[in-house]
């Protein structure tokens, strides 16, 4: 998607700020008109409005109380219908999406802030999320998920391989680190 600068979009504290992770994963996104769309971890749902913008179905996600209101408040600033989910992951979610989108705590850092908190390796939260994605997924559907240089990336591309297919679609670097978002797409075993 192309990033839409007539969006605005208003931070509540305690909310994570969109940063170039967020845009990048606007950016690399590819989607039609009228797809089920899951925003996982939606913040102040910059993600999920350009989604909405773009014709899609969306359902805005977190476990966050103050980042569903700021969601909630951005999507009407921005003239937009979304659903928004108090979840844990997928805990409150029912039925399936064509595309999952997921910024997620990919920091490899400890009792910080759960907006960035990826835990020891970065991936606490990636690997629950990638878990129990599939079952949320349409058959011909992506998850977009990004992730950090910092992260223990070869991990989780060993631990879902024969899950997920993987492929890169985005990458931005840093002066620390690299970003990237990958597009997973469910390998479906034919019996």
Avoid at 79 to 95: E, Q
Avoid at 145 to 151: A, F, G, T
Avoid at 153 to 167: A, L, M
Wanted: charged share 30%; proline share 3%; aromatic share 10%.
């Amino acid at each position: 998607m192309e990033i839409n600068n007539k969006i605005r979009i208003k931070r509540f504290e305690g909310v994570y700020e969109p940063a170039e992770d967020s845009y990048l994963l606007i950016k690399a996104i590819k989607v039609r008109k009228g797809d089920r769309v899951l925003d996982m971890g939606c913040g102040t749902g910059i993600v999920a409005i350009h989604l909405a913008k773009a014709g899609c179905d969306v359902t805005a996600v977190d476990i966050n109380e103050r980042a569903l209101e700021n969601t909630r408040e951005n999507a009407e600033r921005n003239g937009v219908k979304i659903r928004i989910v108090k979840s844990d992951l997928f805990s409150n979610i029912d039925g399936k999406f064509d595309i999952i989108v997921f910024n997620p705590p990919y920091l490899p850092t400890r009792n910080e802030d759960i907006a960035w908190d990826g835990g020891k390796e970065g991936i606490d939260v990636i690997v629950p999320f990638l878990e129990n994605a599939k079952t949320y997924l349409n058959r011909e559907g992506s998850i977009y998920l990004v992730m950090s240089s910092l992260s223990n990336i070869d991990k989780i591309v060993r631990k879902f391989s024969k899950t997920y297919r993987f492929s890169k679609v985005a990458e931005k670097r840093l002066f620390f680190e690299r970003l990237f978002v990958y597009r997973l797409q469910h390998i479906q075993l034919i019996f």
